[in-house]
């Protein structure tokens, strides 16, 4: 069987939101191919890619992955990628306030054009860098917290943090009911 109403195999469209430059195409390079290139291009407009996991439950999750280039020339464009979307992961990088200022915007966006029972991650990419730290963990919990969202830090170039960081959302995600 298959389809999004198959409660054993799911089929979610995810979006990733944020900055420029924060990582998220690296966080979806190392979550479906488990590499990083420090090299890699910016994105233009957005891309595609998917990849499903297998949860202990024996319910998999495919996810549609939708990466956005986070230029503003792009930024009437979002709408056609949050909507419908069932999960938004807003990215920022811990060691740019800048970047952290973006991601509150976007949460905002989400919460008032973006489904109603959107899950939401935040989550501070770059967690390699402790000494160009500028955003404390506890600021980005207190964030996430106040507005009902799921949060954890990543490293793109390590790995870390970022199969959990899918697992944790898949786990969220509302089940249809047989
Ligand atoms: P995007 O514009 O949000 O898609 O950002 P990219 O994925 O293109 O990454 C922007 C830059 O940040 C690149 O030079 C990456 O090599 C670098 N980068 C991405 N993730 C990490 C990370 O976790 N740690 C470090 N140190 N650099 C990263
Ligand atoms: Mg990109």
Redesign the pocket.
């Given at each position: 069987s298959s389809g999004a109403l198959d409660p054993k195999n799911l089929k979610v469209k995810l979006v990733l939101l944020?900055?420029?430059?924060?990582?998220?195409?690296?966080?979806v390079?190392r979550f479906v191919r488990g590499q990083?290139?420090?090299?890699?291009?910016?994105?233009v407009g957005a891309s595609f890619l998917s990849q499903t996991i297998a949860l202990q439950d024996s319910t998999t999750v495919k996810f549609e992955i939708w990466?956005t280039?986070?230029q503003e020339r792009y930024a009437a464009l979002a709408p056609l990628y949050y909507r419908g979307a069932a999960i938004a992961v807003v990215?920022y990088?811990i060691t740019n306030p800048d970047s952290f200022n973006k991601a509150q915007y976007w949460v905002k966006e989400l919460q008032k054009h973006g489904s109603p029972d959107i899950v939401m991650a935040l989550v501070g990419?770059?967690?390699?860098?402790h000494e160009k730290r500028e955003i404390q963990v506890q600021e980005g919990i207190d964030y996430a917290e106040k507005n009902g969202m799921f949060f954890i830090e990543?490293?793109?170039?390590?790995a870390d943090n970022i199969n959990q960081l899918f697992e944790e959302i898949a786990k969220r995600l509302p089940r249809p009911s047989t």
């Open positions: 944020g900055d420029s430059g924060v990582g998220k195409s690296c966080i390079l990083f290139d420090p090299s890699s291009k910016v994105t990466d280039a986070g990215v990088d990419n770059k967690a390699d860098l990543t490293s793109a170039k390590t």
